[in-house]
Structures are given as C-alpha cells and as structure tokens.
C-alpha cells in the first residue's frame, strides 16, 4: 500500500531539515517558498476494497495539522460525492519543525540569530553567507557564540597580534577554546577580516596560528652528533639534542653527512660516524627541515620501513632534498630478512616519482603484491649487522670545514 501516510510526511520534512533548508529559511525569510510534499492516495480499486482503510488513513492525515493538504472533490460508484486530498503543502519552515518535533531548536536558532545581530550587526552581516551555509553548526555552537564572537571581533581589532593563542585576554575566552574551535574560526576569519590580515598560504588547522598572525608553538628537531670531533661544547658525552627549528637551520653545522630515522631505538643506537648526525622522526613532516640551507651540502641518508609508506616518505623527502639517499631499503636487505617480514595495514597506491629505478622497483613489489600481501619490513627488525655494514661501505667523507668554502 502506498499510500502517504504521517511517517512519510515527516521523513520528508526531515530531509528538509537535515540538509539545512528549515533554519535557513529563518535567516532570509523572504527566501522561503512553501514546499510541496510528495504524496500518494488510494487509487479506485482500493477505495472501492477497502472503504474502512481509506477513512482510517483520511482521519490520521486530519491529525497533521502542519501540513496543508488540497482536497479534490469527485463521485465515486461506490462511495458517492467524496473528497481526497490532491495536493500536501508545508507552508513555513516553523510548520516543517513543528512536524519532526524541532520548534525548540528553531527556537534557540533564532535567539543565536538574534544574539548575533545585537552583538555587532556590522559583524552579522558579514558572517551571514556562513550561517547561511552552515545552519546546523551554528545551532550545535549555540551556546559557543557569545565567545566566538568575541574572539572574532578582537581580531578584527587585533589584527596579526604576533602574540600566542594564550596571551589573548578576553573574559571567558581561554586558548583551549580558541585551539578547539580553530575549524569554524577559521572559516568566519576569513570573512570578516581584511585580505591583508590573513596569509592565504597558511591552510588547516595547524596553519591557523601563521594564517591569522599569531605566534607558533615552534617546530623542534632532535638528533644526535655521531662524531665527537664535531660535538656541540658543553653537552658531555651524550649529544642527544633537541632544537627549535631556526636554531637547527641558523646553526654552524661542521657534518658531510646527515642520517634519518623513523624508529626511536635505531635513533639511540646509531653507531658513530665521523663528519655525521642523525635526526629523528622527520616522517611526512620534512617542512621543518626548509630553512636548513646546510642541509644541501652534505650526503643526506634516509632510514625507513621497506614497505610503501617508507618509500612514500623517501619521495617526499626529496621533494625538499633532492639529492637524499636511501639506506638499508633495497631488496637485497629485504630479501635477507624473509622471517622479519610483517603486514602494512593501508599500502600507499599513488605513483612515487621520485624513486631510482631500483627503488621503484622494490616499490611497484610491495604495492602490487608481487613478494606477499601487504607486506613490509620495519625499519627496527633488520639485523644490527646490516646497519653497520652498509655504514661501513661508505665512501669517506672529508669533514666540512666553513673555512674553506668560498
């Protein structure tokens, strides 16, 4: 039977409201068209077969009094001079939310509207094309807005502060809340400040500090100093530092070789090689080490997993270091080590172009399943041996000395 029944009205209004369209037409209710619901009635048969139906069906339809229904008169053989309704309307958005039992939301909807508007009307206007967009988001931050509009206007007076999210003193407003709220600040920033007070190259949530001119947690590298002819003064024998990016770019590196490894053990174990350091758990994030213009003088070795997001991060390493090499990720190395082999849960599937030709083809193995599925070698599983080994066959490097660069 597929006749409409008060269910399927509201399933309808639902949908209006789930896509937004109820609350939004509160902001513009000049936009609000009534909307015209699908409905289905019984054809003749069943009106002749099932006259007791009919009426039940007809009395539950009377009881929905937030939708307009048009009814069309006709003479039925069996039952007369009789009417059914032809046509289901809702008339306002406020009747959709009384059908789906959401006039108290509608309600805190439009006090939000309102509290917006009596804060700054100036800044409501602004903001508008975002509450238009994102109506339910603005009812779930309901009681959020007094402080997100006070952060807005702040910034707006504020504009590139240059001081931390923590320093930003306003009554309520703590840096908690700006951290957890950096989405949707994000989005009403950018509509109501200046184009000159936002920098367009700071995107997501972790660009959020740099976008609007707030100063940022710094970026820090740890490595170690595998020489100590080259050891750091004053840090005794155990040269395991930890720098603020600028201070690792800006310092007199004297190393003609720089290693990298994900895993923390093989960081701590890295035997000692003359002219070199070993940094730790640069992973996808190799922004950290643009600054570092010393970096493109000396021989750069990467350390990863022989599996594809180990080689997915070889690539986006020379995507900053060209000239980085990879060590210990061949297949002679993953060969030997047959028993150590494991599973990498999500392979990376994309194409990797800036493998050697000996790379790419251990690469294309492992993402095409040609030795095992899935499969990978950890960094931390390869034999002790092998890392010294392959140490030991490199080439001498002479110690860089800044003396003797031009």
Known sequence: MSWTRRADLRAQAQKLWDKGDLLRALIDPAAWQPRRLRLGVPGSAELADQTQAVRDWLNELRRVPQVRFIWREFTHRVLGNSSLPDEAWLDTPQ???????????????AAVLQTIKAFDAELAQQIRPWLTKRPLMALDLAKDWPRLLAVLRWLQTNPRPGIYLRQVDLPSVDSKFIESHRAVLA????????PAAVDPSATGLNGFCRRYGFKDKPLRIRLRV????????????????TLTQADFAQRDWRVSRVFMTENEVNFLAFPNVPGSVVIFGAGYGFDVLQDAAWLQRCAVFYWGDI??????????????????????????TLLAHRAQWGTEPQPVLRDLPRLTPNELAVFNDLRDNHLQPQLRLEQERIGFGWLKAALGALPDLPVFNPLETS
Do not use: K
Not at 99 to 108: D, S
Not at 226 to 241: E, F, K, N, S, T
Not at 308 to 314: R, S, Y
């Open 95 to 109: 009747a959709g939310c009384a059908l789906i039992g959401r006039t108290q939301e509608a309600e805190r909807f």
């Open 187 to 194: 989005e009403l920033l950018d509509l109501c400040l200046p």
């Open 226 to 241: 595998l020489d100590a002819a080259v050891a750091v003064p004053g840090l005794g024998l155990d040269q395991d530092i």
């Open 307 to 332: 599996d594809t997001h180990g080689f997915a991060i070889l690539d986006q390493l020379r995507s900053h270091l060209p000239h980085a090499l990879s060590l210990l990720m061949d297949r002679a």
